[in-house]
């Protein structure tokens, strides 16, 4: 399994527990919503970090170039960050119109974000570092013991 | 610098902004046309008046509005940047907008000289932006099934253009006669090859990614298109030698794809993952409801040969898919680009360290409350049903669908407008502090 796969992969996976957050925030389920928020988040800063603490360092470090698509993508990264905070304030306040506008400005950051990774840097890294699948399982399973 | 980045690939505001604006605006003025002239206008196809609506609507609000998409979502999905964008922009869009005025003048006025004016200024705009960005495109590393798709919308806009140049010299010099059996194939280019092309393109992209669903089946994103455009050629050729096999057969195959495209992306939207209705999901699903009542009733026709009311595919194809689509698109391009721009503009001063000068910015339905896109949605609806009756009882029904379209439309500039006026008051508080 290449970088690309294996990232996409944790993008959908990541998806689906914005969606379940989201499904249960407009139906006022706020427990639920929580619940799902917070693995969500959980999630995104487990795939997040791993990008900023692995991935990009490794890519720089291989091409030399550290000022290009990783220094966007880390910028994008920092935007997202903005939203969960304000996606957690509208949920802490109950605040079903906020949370669902906050959420499908994420939505469309996110995925335009994800789009231009697995269509153009996660090749890129393919191209650059190793093919190893089980290495970055590693590092993911590392994550997640931290 | 580092907080600029995430704005070096998506073009000023401006850029996308006054293509979509503008898009209303002709859908509004097309309205108008049909309350003024009334139901005598459509009592044949060829009628100025009815060739004036149906540009102002195919170029003014479709074709204006995916040229400004294109420009705003090319770079996010090619990875593609337009060199000096508010300069190409503006070269592209003034010949535009001032040529289907023109155009449509042409007919309303009878003004031979208009005709050649409007090919001129269109033939100008269209060429400049079909070379830009096909050579673009063939540079993207993006390999894409969506790449390849909007080179042959790109190449489908050509052959549209160069029929439309021949007919319009026909209608506007006496050199020229004009070539009426031409006019079937222009619009099956302009609208099942440009049209078609480039929203089944966007959709691969958009509609799992914004929707959350499965992604389109990857037989459909690799071949459709190229069935499409394959048979629109082969119905181009049957022009020049007329088999009969050749005809029915391309026919049954665009069919078969439209049928394609508007069940996939029904059976993908019914099973997504994101419960939540938005605007957007609305349009795309009422669009490609219409695309499926429309091959399924130009199917059964063709079948037991009968007659359909002149303008029945026409306005499922044009407002009901099309406009549908576009109008759904706009709400999502518009709030997002307004809060990606205001939202590094404050990183910018936060950057400085001037975190009190920094604006609130709103999330997108601040921008565009969904309430009010609900609202444009149904008029939007309501004018396409009276639209389609109008189409089989015009006396009884023109006038109101007219009325309900002219709101419809008007409804959306008055959307797009404000939210433009927003980011304007926006960007006046901030800039107080730079």
Redesign the interface.
């Known amino acids: 399994m290449k970088i690309k796969q294996f990232m996409t992969q944790d993008h959908k996976d990541c998806d689906l527990l914005f969606a379940k957050a989201e499904n249960a925030a407009a139906k006022d389920d706020w427990t639920t919503a929580s619940q799902a928020f917070n693995a969500f988040v959980q999630a995104m800063e487990r795939h997040l970090g791993i990008e900023e603490q692995e991935l990009f360092p490794a890519f720089e470090e291989e091409t030399g170039v550290k000022t290009g698509p990783t220094e966007m993508m880390r910028m994008e990264h920092d935007q997202m960050r903005v939203l969960f905070a304000e996606m957690e304030y509208a949920l802490e306040q109950k605040n079903c119109d906020d949370y669902l506008g906050i959420a499908d400005t994420l939505l469309i950051l996110m995925q335009q974000h994800n789009m231009k990774e697995e269509q153009m840097l996660y090749n890129m890294m393919d191209q650059h570092l190793p093919n190893d699948f089980s290495h970055w399982q590693k590092k993911f399973d590392e994550w997640d013991e931290d | 610098m ?2 600029d ?2 704005l ?2 998506a073009p000023p505001f401006s850029v996308p902004a006054r293509f979509l604006v503008s898009a209303p605006f002709f859908g509004l003025l097309a309205a108008l046309i049909l309350l003024w002239y009334g139901p005598e206008m459509i009592s044949h196809r060829w009628s100025p008046e009815v060739l004036a609506v149906t540009h102002f609507l195919t170029l003014g609000f479709l074709t204006m509005s995916m040229l400004g998409a294109m420009m705003q979502l090319m770079p ?2 090619m ?1 593609m940047v337009f060199p000096r964008a508010v300069l190409f922009s503006g070269i592209i869009h003034t010949p535009l907008f001032a040529g289907i005025l023109c155009l449509g003048l042409a007919w309303l006025m009878q003004i031979d000289l208009l005709f050649i004016v409007a090919l001129v200024l269109l033939g100008f705009s269209f060429s400049l932006f079909i070379v830009l960005t096909a050579d673009r495109l063939l540079r993207s ?2 390999r ?1 099934a969506t790449r390849s798709m909007m080179l042959l919308a790109l190449l489908a806009l050509f052959f549209t253009t160069c029929l439309g140049i021949y007919l319009a010299m026909g209608h506007g010099t006496e050199t020229v006669p004009l070539a009426r059996q031409l006019t079937d194939l222009h619009l099956s280019w302009g609208l099942l090859g440009w049209v078609l092309l480039l929203i089944s393109a966007v959709a691969y ?1 958009v509609v799992p ?2 929707q ?1 669903t499965d992604e389109y089946p990857v037989i459909v994103q690799r071949w459709l298109g190229w069935l499409i455009f394959i048979a629109l050629l082969s119905l181009s050729l049957t022009y020049l030698w007329p088999l009969e096999i050749v005809k029915t057969i391309s026919t049954i195959v665009l069919a078969s794809c439209l049928l394609t495209f508007a069940l996939s992306t029904l059976w993908l939207l019914h099973k997504r ?4 209705a ?1 605007i957007t999901m609305r349009f795309w699903q009422l669009a490609m409801s219409c695309l499926l009542l429309l091959t399924s009733v130009w199917g059964i026709a063709t079948l037991i040969h009968a007659d359909l009311p002149a303008f029945l595919l026409g306005v499922l194809m044009i407002h009901g898919f099309a406009m549908s689509t576009i109008n759904g698109m706009m709400y ?1 391009i518009i ?2 680009i307004i ?2 721009h205001l ?1 590094v503009h404050n ?1 910018n001063l936060r950057g400085r360290g001037e975190r009190s000068s920094q604006v609130n910015v ?5 921008i565009i409350p ?1 309430a009010a896109a609900l609202w444009q949605f149904r008029f939007h609806l309501l004018s396409l049903v009276l639209l389609l009756l109008a189409t089989i009882w015009p006396l009884w029904f023109f006038y109101p669908a007219a009325l309900l379209f002219a709101i419809a439309q008007a409804f959306l500039l008055f959307n797009l407008l404000k939210s433009v006026r927003f980011y304007n008051k926006k960007l006046a508080e901030l800039s107080t502090f730079i």
């Open positions: 580092r907080a980045l995430s070096q690939q996010v999905l990875g590393a993006n894409h992209q990614m914004f959350i993952r994101r419960l939540l938005d999502k709030p997002f809060w990606l939202s990183k709103p999330h997108m339905r601040k969904e």
